[in-house]
């Protein structure tokens, strides 16, 4: 009995033992081949040999976007929400052929990059009313000056005094500056900054960013504000008027327009030149020439706001004619398309509907039968006038330059819009999950088949109802982000690096239906569940002293318990309703916009009234939230964004903590991903491409994919050709059948890929100078592996 007893104990630790391990264990191979790549063998001095194999490409251009989605109109007839801004952003690379190093590029190599987009090469005209709309520019009162159009009027707010490097000359005073579209017109078919839709060559911004213009506050003595618009160690085509419509498929006038006509996912090339123009040539004689993403597209106003939809039906009750007549002028032009037409009737829509309710006089000189300028004296509404914006960097409200109707001091205008339609439609899913967001942002596919009704993951029909009440809205798709990003695909396989939140995320949303069942594969995050109170509430807390591994204050390596204690009073329900926001019941996407807790910006250790601003961290002084200085308050570009670090374990996470972008980043927290960078400089988005339309971007085929430019894009870099994950070591790094760079051989990291991976997100700038011998004892082993068994979901 004592032998049976003896033999069950050793079999249920032994059982333990195996459990555990495999528990721990995991696969340490790269979940790709290279059998893209050249082999290469290495003879040290003691004649051991080391195969590796070769980067694919002797050069190596990686091209991303600002910001995660374009969403902006081209026909700027009537109002501007946000004006057209796209910029092409790149990063190019001298691979580490034969096992060296590689180089990230500079002027300094004698390289230039020259950039355009493919069969993209002008927007006003039959793509776009832009420059050809009038407006005051010049606020003289009349419409006669030779600058006094749209594209000029919507910069205003920003200037410079000598150039884009923020040089303010010693004794220049307010009368110096030099306003974007006044004193420096935007030429037509070109961004605020110069650089033509055409093409040309990238400005590059060294360490500490570039494209330097400045912008005043609410707050009189705080101005000559910087706006650092280019992160740093970035090329860069800033602030192009990019419209989702091609040279060779855009026919006709720009009132013949369909939705067909549309291409979202725009290609964007840039070439290696070196100083003299010449191109750059690989070893095979082709030149040096690589393609990305650059996204935009259109809201989807027009569903709601004409014809049909709830807001044209709800005008029409109030006795609101205008938007009618609209949609008649138009239709008697024989070119007139369906959709011009009601996207003309949704601009009246919108002005008639604000007017009514809001005391505006927008269209108290409406004309119904002129061929132009069918506002009048009013000429374009430009929303920021009123409505502060820090996409824009419009941070004072109402904006001093504004002209055509008196401005006047509103909600910023992220919170005015997602707050009232969140309140007037909030159109739950089967889950409760708002349809709002995928209904109103740009949907269009890049098949132009796939943008009408008979779309099956279209969110809503012609009119504006969702088609997803009793569904999942996950299973929706088009344009910013559903059906389309890393985190919406579900192919996406782990190692995820999830800390305890984002575990929860994967555990309680992205594995579950909208009945909240095993959905039976990963259907991912929404919208609503990245923008949370969570998000603020992890960034507030934030007083990080080391980036990568969260030394300092912070919630983000804390145990679940501990997060829902500090951001929901230990209530574990109160905390689901923030974390996965619902429409339904008590709308918690709502309150996110109407009760949103502006974050700190500075401190204010002045006395007697006297301003004498510190760090938002500074152990004196009053608060100065956001919204004190900044009519955009903190929504977009600063505290209310989500971070990587809300859900993903360090060193999985944004860098540049200190405030170099500041307004934008503060010191001691996270900066936004857009402006991160890792190991050598290299930007996040350089591996991973931009916000919204991160790799693997989810594939279809090619008739059903939402955007396949980004998934062409990668394969590009791929080791094996069919790899759509994130840019891996090998695509710059002589690297050995595991696929980790030869210069880690004959450390324990040699033999396992994740943890290489993990080391290579731990690294910053300057850790590639460190000796391997060095390096390795910075990043022990250990804890990289650590990082992958603990992380892997």
């Not at 009162?141 to 923020?166: Q, R």
């Not at 690297?735 to 210069?743: A, E, F, S, Y």
Request: with cysteine; hydrophobic share 30%; proline share 6%.
């Amino acid at each position: 009995m004592k032998n049976k007893i003896l033999v069950s104990i050793v079999a249920s630790l032994a059982f333990m033992s195996i459990n555990a391990t495999t528990a721990l264990a995991y696969d340490k191979n790269p979940p790709f081949s290279l059998n893209k790549l050249k082999k290469y063998t290495e003879v040290d001095a003691n004649g051991k040999k080391t195969v590796g194999y070769e980067p694919k490409n002797e050069y190596n251009v990686f091209i991303n976007y600002e910001l995660g989605m374009h969403c902006v109109g081209f026909e700027m007839s009537y109002c501007c929400v946000i004006p057209p801004y796209n910029s092409i952003q790149a990063q190019a690379i001298s691979s580490g052929k034969s096992g060296k190093l590689p180089k990230l590029l500079s002027p300094d190599d004698d390289v230039k990059l020259y950039y355009y987009t493919k069969d993209n090469t002008y927007s006003e005209g039959n793509k776009m009313k832009y420059w050809s709309v009038p407006k005051d520019a010049d606020g003289d009162g009349h419409f006669d000056s030779p600058g006094d159009n749209v594209a000029n009027y919507v910069w205003t707010h920003l200037f410079i005094y000598k150039d884009l490097e923020g040089t303010i000359p010693t004794g220049a005073t307010d009368k110096d500056r030099l306003r974007i579209g006044r004193q420096i017109p935007v030429n037509i078919d070109s961004g605020p900054s110069g650089k033509p839709l055409s093409g040309g060559y990238l400005e590059y911004a060294g360490k500490d960013g570039g494209n330097v213009v400045m912008t005043d506050t609410l707050v009189p003595p705080v101005k000559n504000v910087k706006l650092v618009l280019t992160a740093s160690h970035l090329w860069d085509a800033l602030g192009l008027p990019l419209t989702a419509f091609n040279d060779t498929t855009r026919k006709g006038t720009i009132r013949s327009v369909t939705e067909k006509d549309f291409q979202p996912f725009q290609y964007s090339t840039v070439e290696m030149h070196d100083r003299t123009g010449k191109s750059f040539k690989n070893s095979n004689g082709m030149p040096v020439s690589y393609f990305g993403t650059n996204p935009v597209d259109i809201p989807n106003c027009y569903a709601c706001h004409s014809r049909n939809g709830k807001a044209a039906q709800m005008a029409r009750d109030e006795g609101l004619g205008f938007s009618d007549k609209e949609y008649n002028y138009w239709k008697s032009y024989p070119d007139e398309s369906e959709y011009m037409a009601r996207l003309a009737e949704s601009s009246i829509n919108i002005l008639s509907l604000h007017d009514a309710h809001h005391g505006t006089t927008f269209l108290k000189d409406y004309r119904e039968n002129a061929s132009g300028n069918r506002l009048g004296s009013t000429g374009l509404v430009n929303c920021a006038d009123c409505h502060g914006d820090n996409v824009s960097g419009n941070l004072q409200e109402p904006r001093p330059t504004a002209t055509g109707y008196k401005a006047v001091k509103a909600k910023p205008l992220s919170e005015a819009i997602h707050g009232f339609h969140l309140a007037m439609v909030p159109m739950p899913d089967g889950a409760g999950r708002s349809q709002a967001c995928q209904s109103c942002h740009p949907t269009h596919f890049q098949n132009p088949n796939m943008n009408d009704d008979s779309n099956p993951f279209r969110v809503t029909d012609r009119y504006g109802e969702g088609r997803f009440s009793k569904g999942d809205i996950r299973k929706s798709g088009g344009g910013c982000y559903v059906r389309r990003d890393a985190h919406s695909n579900p192919n996406a396989k782990p190692p995820f690096f999830l800390n305890e939140y984002g575990k929860w995320q994967y555990k309680n949303v992205s594995t579950k239906d909208e009945h909240g069942k095993d959905a039976g594969e990963l259907r991912g995050l929404y919208c609503t569940n990245c923008h949370t109170k969570v998000a603020q509430a992890f960034q507030n807390y934030d007083d990080i002293k080391d980036d990568s591994t969260q030394k300092g204050k912070t919630l983000r390596n804390k145990t679940l318990k501990e997060m829902i204690s500090a951001i929901a009073g230990g209530d574990a329900k109160a905390f689901a309703a923030l974390a996965d926001p619902k429409t339904s019941g008590d709308n918690e996407v709502l309150k996110y916009y109407s009760e949103h807790k502006s974050a700190t910006l500075v401190k204010n250790a002045g006395k007697d009234g006297k301003l004498d601003l510190k760090p938002w961290n500074h152990p004196t002084g009053g608060d100065v939230p956001y919204i004190a200085a900044s009519g955009g308050n903190d929504w977009w570009l600063s505290a209310s964004e989500p971070h990587c670090a809300d859900c993903h374990l360090a060193p999985f996470v944004e860098s540049e903590t200190g405030g170099k972008y500041f307004p934008i980043d503060l010191p001691n927290k996270y900066s936004l991903y857009r402006y991160s960078k890792g190991h050598g400089d290299i930007a996040c988005q350089t591996c991973h491409e931009s916000t919204h339309g991160l790799y693997s971007t989810r594939f279809d085929g090619k008739e059903r994919s939402v955007d396949l430019t980004t998934h062409e894009q990668a394969l590009q870099y791929s080791p094996d050709g069919k790899y759509t994950g994130p840019v891996t070591c090998s695509a710059c790094h002589t690297v050995n059948k595991k696929g980790v760079p030869l210069q880690l051989k004959d450390t324990e990291y040699a033999d396992d890929y994740w943890a290489s991976v993990t080391l290579a997100h731990f690294m910053r700038s300057g850790d590639q100078k460190l000796s391997i011998k060095e390096l390795v004892k910075k990043y022990p082993y250990i804890n990289s592996t650590n990082i992958v068994q603990k992380g892997w979901k």
